[in-house]
């Protein structure tokens, strides 16, 4: 009896609110992560090896325009989607690039990521999930930052990417549950989808896939006003992205969506003595002999040539590597796939870590997918599509890291329904009821 009551009281305690937990979560994440920012002190040399990302916010605060990836004279650019270094040259501005401007760099990567995992308790509630699969999921993701380096170094577009590729799905995820596909969530799911894409082109399959799947599958869908929600989003992420187009077109000659370096980045990712990693293959002097910004012979000829012309002859070079060696491009792309989602990190514990959280999130998508609900398609979706591309390209746990969230939520889910199960035969074994979570869980 006793048990019960202090059970009762437990489970009616405000901390199981999303947005009290989130407040949490976020401030448990940032804090953690600012102290250890504070703690490593690699800010504290400044911006001495800047990437493509941060060569490109250097220019637009030196007024130069959105140009110079590789360095300095190397010319207007598109290698980067333009919202994130446009963010960083603020940054620069105010602070400067040398230990201030680093600090400020890193801790709003660190920021960006909190805010992602701080949003998981919300994402669980759209997902009609248990509270404590979004808060144990966010709690993990801030206590143990396993990718470390990803969410705090600051120089590439990651935090943002993986926050925004959470704030879309949320939208997607609401609008699926409410079957509400009136013109106000198009324009919600555009302009975060319009955002996602002047980040990363990399959620444009996912966006596509999941605004075609529900006319495809369900006839109530399609005889409500679902056309004038489709032609809402994609018309809104049309018109986000067409400055980006037309000052591509105006500027390079091209009228580029996305980035502009598909050539170069296939090009390092398929030739002869590459591997599948591209921890390796910067071990191996890879971007050294291939890359503009290591390579003075490489900058010189996309300089002379322009960004766009460079890409189109080194993706004609990928192209034909490709096709002459089928063999080693299969086995590559296999190799891609599994390091994809079970990639070597930094430390055994760092992979040991990602590797079990993955294969907790595998077996919790296989348990929600046995009750009717909208979550899981669409998280089968999402890591069936996402990664399609990716794995053409040497793999890093940067470019899993825009849906790792999805992981630890599905994992924390599997660990809730396993302690559900467990609980419900304690219960019958006693002679009492279960209580409702196991029937929310579907189990």
Not at 101 to 116: C, R
Not at 255 to 284: F, K, M, Q, T, Y
Not at 326 to 344: D, E
Request: with cysteine.
């Amino acid at each position: 009896m006793a048990t019960s009551k202090v059970q009762r009281i437990f489970s009616q305690s405000r901390i199981w609110d999303p947005r009290i937990a989130g407040l949490v979560i976020f401030l448990v994440a940032l804090t953690l992560r600012v102290v250890m920012i504070y703690l490593q002190k690699s800010y504290t040399l400044g911006i001495r090896s800047p990437g493509e990302l941060e060569n490109i916010a250097f220019s637009l605060a030196q007024g130069g325009g959105f140009a110079n990836a590789y360095g300095p004279g190397t010319g207007p650019t598109a290698h980067g989607a333009p919202l994130y270094p446009i963010l960083l040259s603020l940054i620069f501005r105010l602070f400067g690039a040398g230990v201030s401007g680093k600090f400020v760099e890193q801790v709003l990567s660190a920021t960006l990521a909190s805010v992602q995992y701080a949003l998981l308790p919300l994402v669980a509630v759209a997902c009609r999930f248990p509270s404590q699969v979004g808060i144990g999921a966010g709690l993990f993701a801030a206590l143990v930052p396993l990718d470390f380096w990803i969410q705090t170094n600051g120089s590439w577009e990651y935090s943002l990417s993986a926050l925004l590729a959470v704030l879309v799905s949320l939208a997607i995820l609401k609008t699926w549950r409410d079957g509400d596909f009136s013109w106000r969530r198009g324009l919600a799911i555009g302009i975060l989808g319009g955002l996602n894409l002047l980040t990363t082109p990399q959620l444009l399959f996912t966006l596509v896939v999941a605004l075609a799947y529900p006319y495809a599958t369900s006839a109530e869908v399609r005889k409500s006003g679902y056309r004038v929600f489709a032609v809402t989003q994609v018309a809104v992420i049309a018109i986000m992205l067409a400055p980006w187009v037309v000052r591509n077109y105006l500027v390079l000659g091209s009228p580029i969506w996305s980035r502009s370096n598909l050539g170069l980045e296939l090009n390092l990712s398929n030739n002869d003595g590459v591997s599948p990693l591209w921890r390796e293959n910067h071990r191996a002097d890879m971007f050294q002999k291939l890359n503009p910004s290591s390579n003075p012979i490489e900058r010189q000829r996309i300089s002379a040539l322009g960004e766009v012309a460079y890409n189109k002859e080194k993706l004609a070079v990928a192209k034909q590597w490709m096709i002459s060696h089928p063999g080693r491009l299969v086995t590559l792309t296999a190799q891609r796939i599994w390091y994809f989602w079970f990639p070597p990190m930094n430390t055994p514990g760092q992979t040991i870590g990602l590797a079990l959280a993955t294969l907790l999130g595998f077996l919790g998508l296989g348990l929600a997918l046995r009750r009717a609900g909208h979550a899981p398609r669409y998280f089968l979706l999402l890591w069936c599509v996402f990664p399609l591309p990716l794995y053409l390209f040497q793999q890093s746990t940067r470019l899993r890291y825009p849906i790792e969230w999805a992981t630890f939520l599905m994992a924390a889910y599997a660990l809730v329904c396993l302690g559900s199960k467990r609980l419900r035969v304690r219960s019958e074994l006693g002679g009492h009821p279960a209580n409702g979570q196991v029937s929310e869980l579907g189990i």
